[in-house]
């Protein structure tokens, strides 16, 4: 049996949907393949050597979208110190705004979860708070 101790606010079933969805987090060798599996990455509109950032291109896997979506607005609640939440809870936006952030910091969040599961970074490095272990289940 392994044990895994998960931040704060992710949810044993966001994780394991997460962890079924990926089918590994091995399997990517950096933070822009993590970014661009998610399709949460904005597209680039290039004309005459000008380029400009548009919506988010949405062609990666929409369930892991959805979870890291829903992962984030948990996270506005249970970890207030975490970067991204940081920089949302402080910008004063309009919806639209607020909207865009949200997605930003479940870029950022998928790219942190890839860097915690596969050992690059600890969770303090990356600002998240680990839950108490006696609450969290075995998998197998």
């Given at each position: 049996?392994?044990?895994?101790i998960l931040?704060?606010?992710?949810?044993?079933?966001?994780?394991?949907?997460?962890?079924?969805?990926?089918?590994?987090?091995?399997?990517?060798?950096?933070?822009?393949?993590?970014?661009?599996y998610?399709?949460?990455?904005p597209g680039?509109?290039?004309?005459?050597?000008?380029g400009?950032?548009?919506?988010?291109?949405?062609?990666?896997?929409t369930?892991?979208?959805?979870?890291?979506?829903?992962?984030?607005?948990?996270?506005?609640?249970?970890?207030?110190?975490?970067?991204?939440?940081?920089?949302?809870?402080?910008?004063?936006?309009?919806k639209?705004?607020?909207?865009?952030?949200?997605?930003?910091?479940?870029?950022r969040?998928?790219?942190?979860?890839?860097?915690?599961?596969?050992?690059?970074?600890?969770?303090?490095?990356?600002?998240?708070?680990?839950?108490?272990?006696?609450?969290?289940?075995?998998?197998?």
């Amino acid at each position: 049996m392994v044990t895994e101790i998960l931040p704060v606010g992710v949810g044993a079933l966001s994780w394991i949907t997460l962890q079924l969805e990926v089918r590994g987090w091995e399997r990517f060798h950096n933070r822009r393949q993590v970014a661009s599996y998610t399709g949460l990455c904005p597209g680039i509109h290039n004309s005459n050597g000008r380029g400009r950032e548009g919506r988010i291109n949405r062609c990666g896997n929409t369930i892991v979208r959805y979870t890291l979506i829903e992962m984030v607005w948990r996270l506005i609640r249970w970890q207030p110190d975490y970067p991204p939440i940081k920089k949302l809870r402080n910008a004063l936006l309009s919806k639209r705004g607020k909207r865009r952030l949200i997605v930003a910091a479940a870029r950022r969040l998928a790219i942190d979860l890839w860097r915690l599961a596969t050992g690059r970074a600890t969770a303090q490095e990356l600002g998240l708070q680990l839950s108490n272990p006696t609450t969290q289940k075995t998998t197998t």
